[in-house]
């Protein structure tokens, strides 16, 4: 028996671990551990082979979460409540294969009076963000077809004091915002003091509303004006 609950321990630490919110519920002291439990049951059986009692289960969330202490995000409501945003709409987002990198930033190179533009390069692909009505440089000028190409989208820029680089959470918060709302986050980017936040059209005002409010809670916290 003994082995089983250790089993069992073992089983439900790794389901925390996996699950930011729901850690995060524990270790605020917030959550409901038989609710909690009876909620993981079928994932600890499967990993253990078993079935396991749901008391056993919120035993194991007992114990953790005494072992648990909520996340200071005292850090990122600091860059948050410094922090502005702006909206740029009619958004095309295109992305090749890193193999046409070189004809990329040739276009890039002649495009003139982009109202927004940013260029992302990685390992396997580099992605193009441009306003709609310039897309068609890219379209036309590389010589190869885009891996993925969507146009008519909006780009969430937020701009942050340059201690946004060294703030760990940051945008594990900010995302995890969107994600609560169940909005999709079809591009994202964050360099120096801007995080570009590509979204649908259909999303735009509830994902504005959500991290404007995020930034206003923040600012009254600390004393700034809204």
């Known amino acids: 028996m003994e082995e089983r609950r250790e089993s069992i321990t073992g089983v439900v630490e790794r389901i925390v671990e996996n699950s930011p919110l729901l850690k995060e519920c524990l270790a605020s002291g917030v ?7 009876r909620m993981i049951k079928p994932v600890v059986d499967e990993e253990l082979g078993f079935d396991a009692s749901v008391e056993s289960i919120k035993v194991a969330l007992v ?5 648990m202490s909520p996340l200071d995000v005292s850090s990122v409501e600091k860059i948050l409540g410094e922090t502005s945003i702006e909206v740029k709409t009619r958004v095309t987002v295109m992305t090749y294969d890193s193999s046409s990198t070189r004809d990329v930033l040739r276009v890039v190179s002649g495009v003139q009076g982009a109202r927004f533009l940013s260029v992302v390069t990685g390992i396997t692909n580099v ?3 441009v306003g709609d009505e310039q897309a068609r440089l890219f379209t036309e000028g590389v010589g190869s077809k885009p891996l993925f190409y969507q146009g008519g989208l909006t780009a969430i820029v937020l701009v942050s004091p340059v201690e946004n680089v060294y703030t760990p959470g940051l945008i594990a918060y900010i995302t995890s915002l969107l994600a609560q709302t ?7 980017t ?5 995080t570009v936040i590509v979204v649908s059209p259909e999303d735009t005002m509830k994902a504005f509303n959500v991290l404007n409010d995020a930034v206003s809670r923040a600012r009254k ?3 700034r004006r809204v």
């Open 31 to 37: 959550a409901n551990y038989s609710s909690v439990a």
């Open 63 to 67: 114990r953790l979460s005494r072992k």
């Open 127 to 129: 992605t193009v963000m």
């Open 182 to 188: 169940w909005i999709n986050i079809i591009q994202i």
């Open 190 to 194: 964050s360099s120096y003091s801007e």
């Open 221 to 223: 916290k600390s004393g």
